[in-house]
């Protein structure tokens, strides 16, 4: 039969409508548009699904940096807790005594237990004790009986929490709807970008905070323990001048290098809603764009892990889960930015287990009169559990938990809900295809599925969802208002953005919304006196 | 707030006194005869002419939304001006005025937040005007016919008007009420024996008007809902009569 030209004018638009989605669907990191990259060579990306060596990425001429990298005994608390799927580093609990209890008490508190405290298995991290413990004990029940001594206030492990996004397919949605949806070009009209005297803190996996340049790791190769030079560089849409007092509390929480590099494309994302360089011509708009930030990096990620594990000569691939925040690193985060000048912390971090370490962390950075700004739990979908330290927000006043919503002002289908639900913000829903673009790192030069030698200098816009990209909105419109009201304190500034939420779903507060969604021109413009 | 309420009570009591001056006289005579009952019928007493006033005016006003105000001027009080025209003796001694008053403040906008106003430094123009519609009453001090003093009372109706700049739709507006006024005041003529003389006067006047302040924004969060207050005026004039 012969087919009408209409017929297979139909046919043919449907082949290639279904060529293009195919090509959108097997290279989604490369759709994004391109932005200007460092000068350096390009490289051949591994296949996704296999892990073969591919060219060793070439990076600038000079002499490459060492990375520091975490202690062994740390490492391989990492890969234990991946590969047991623990929400914890086994072999560490944390400790806080109290106040009244001098050196003696703590002495006996910890013998209590069969601890030495003057032995090298005892650190010290500000008013917190990292006890280790190699004799394989559970830290829940090792804490529990340090809980039970009189001179400790409290004694918990060393959880490890998580960041709250997921990476997305990028080719969806229309970029930064965000934005716009909440008005923010208004907003700017009022203040423009905010003032460079704010700092914000972003605890996180890391913002690269150096230069373009070649550093060397130990790797592995998939048969030896390599040593691995790899070009390194900061997000193009970021100006180094506009980072601040960088630290990495994943190597050491009492002395942490200065140096932070992203090795995981969160912290960059992150920082990047909260104030990447606007009106430059390149990428996208951030928030609060002439604040500076504060690099704390909180968390260790798959690469990290990879590279401290060859460093210690244990051979193979670390564990794909590899990773994550341990309290330890993000308290001690959350203290320094309080103690080194932030106005405001982002924390798009959270696990189940209940944190007294980190709500206490939380607290004494309110009370230095520190906004906290953090993300609600993606595990709507997972039973909904309580998360931690979002369940902690509607007690500090001063901080917020912040769900998150679409871009027709929906709760996004992962966004957990509960009493501790305070604010919403635009998370992203790849279900309704829309998530939130920033620029950082290209997916496929970190993919720890398909890649051995990866780079950290490439960047590209990303789409992402998630808590932990709805917070960060909140962190951009705190420090405006810290811009535009110098001596406000944490909890005016949660009353401001509370007040003037729109209310969205039930009336009135509620779990999925909390008290609605961010105004941020609302709350910039402030009242008159009716 | 209490050296308005002063003087008002001051201008009260003044008022009173002047009044009562020439009833205290005749009772100074208590111990004599009383006059006969039968005496020759009562003079009648002469028809007051109907007259004019007008006159422009300074205000203090002293307002009772007295935090809200002052987050907005570093004082609760108000300076104004404006203007009214009265119809004297429109019988007897009644007459009827028509008033308008306006007051301007260059405050910020902010938030209330614990009682205490947090000021976000975006500038905030309010404006206060007050149109007054009233009835009174209104008498010369006998041996100093060239005082006169007055009370009225009436209508008030108030607009509040909130400017700021780059507004969006709905930021910059006025919302008016209705409420009333009450007024007790002086007036000294300046030409004793002109007909048409030139005065000056004082008056104290209190307003209340609701329906205006604590739905929202800054009254809303001190809980003021009155845009009225006490306020002091002066008051420079002619007076006609026919």
Known sequence: ?530 | MRTPLIVLVAAVVCVASGAATPALAGQGGSTQKPPAQTAKPKPKTPKLPVGFRFFGAVESMSMTASDTFEAQNGSPILLGYGAGAEVLNIWKKIFLRVGYSTASVDGTRGFVIDNEFVSNGIPLKLGVQNFELGVGWRSYIKKHQWIAWYFSGGLNMATNSQESPDPEPGDNDSVSGNGFVGTVGFEFALQKKAKHPLFVGFEGAYRSVGGVLGESGISEGFGETDLGGFSIRGLVGLRFRK
């Open chain 1, 1 to 530: 039969m012969k087919t009408p030209k209409v017929s297979r004018f139909v046919l043919v638009l449907f082949c290639v409508t279904v060529a293009a989605g195919a090509y959108v669907l097997a290279a989604p990191q490369v759709l994004g548009q391109r932005v200007p990259q460092a000068q350096v060579p390009q490289i051949t990306v591994p296949t996704i699904g296999s892990r073969l060596p591919g060219n060793r990425p070439q990076g600038p001429a000079g002499a490459p940096m060492q990375l520091p990298v975490m202690s062994e005994e740390l490492v391989r608390a990492y890969m234990e807790a991946a590969e047991r799927h623990l929400d914890y580093l086994p072999g560490r609990v944390l400790v806080r005594f109290k106040d009244t209890a001098d050196i003696a008490g703590q002495t006996r508190a910890l013998s209590a237990i069969g601890h030495d405290p003057s032995a090298s298995d005892v650190e010290r991290s500000g008013d917190l004790f990292i006890v280790k413990d190699s004799s394989g004990a559970d830290p829940h029940a090792l804490a529990e009986r340090l809980s039970r001594e009189p001179e400790v206030e409290y004694a918990e492990p060393d959880y490890l929490q998580h960041v709250h996004s997921t990476p997305n397919d990028p080719s969806f949605g229309v970029r930064q709807w965000n934005l716009q949806q909440l008005n923010f070009p208004r907003a700017w009209d009022l203040v423009a970008g905010g003032d460079s005297n704010v700092v914000v803190a972003v605890v996180d996996t890391g913002i690269t905070s150096f230069a373009l340049q070649n550093v060397t790791v130990s790797t592995w190769s998939g048969s030896a323990i390599v040593s691995y030079t790899m070009p390194v560089g900061p997000s193009p849409d970021f100006t180094l001048s506009r980072f601040v007092s960088p630290r990495d509390f994943t190597i050491s929480t009492t002395s942490p290098p200065a140096i932070v590099m992203d090795t995981q494309s969160h912290g960059t994302h992150v920082a990047g809603t909260i104030g990447e360089n606007t009106n430059n011509g390149i990428a996208f708009a951030g928030i609060a764009y002439n604040v500076r930030i504060m690099p704390l990096k909180a968390c260790q990620s798959y690469w990290d892990v990879q590279f401290a594990r060859s460093a210690a000569g244990i051979t193979g691939f670390a564990p794909l889960n590899s990773g994550g925040c341990p309290t330890s690193a993000t308290n001690a985060a959350i203290r320094f930015a309080a103690d080194n000048g932030a106005r405001v912390i982002n924390y798009s971090i959270g696990g189940t287990s209940p944190n007294t370490t980190i709500r206490d962390a939380m607290s004494y950075a309110i009370s230095k009169g520190v906004f906290v700004a953090m993300s609600n739990g993606n595990d709507f979908e997972d039973g909904n559990p309580t998360t931690y330290p979002a369940s902690y927000g509607p007690g500090l006043n001063g901080a917020m938990s912040v769900a998150s919503t679409t871009r027709v002002d929906t709760k996004a289908y992962y966004s957990s809900t509960g009493a501790q639900t305070e604010i919403a913000a635009p998370g992203g829903d790849s279900k309704q295809g829309n998530t939130i673009w920033q620029l950082t790192l290209l997916f496929a030069d970190i993919n720890e599925v398909s890649v051995i030698f990866p780079r950290f200098d490439r960047y590209a816009e990303s789409g992402f969802q998630g808590t932990s990209m709805a917070s960060p909105h909140v962190a951009g419109l705190a420090a405006l208002l810290v811009s535009q009201i110098p001596n406000i304190t944490p909890a005016q500034i949660e009353f401001i953005i509370r007040t003037t939420a729109k209310d969205i779903g039930a009336a009135g507060r509620d779990d999925s919304f909390g008290y609605g969604l961010i105004q941020p021109r609302a709350a910039l413009f402030g009242q008159g006196i009716r």
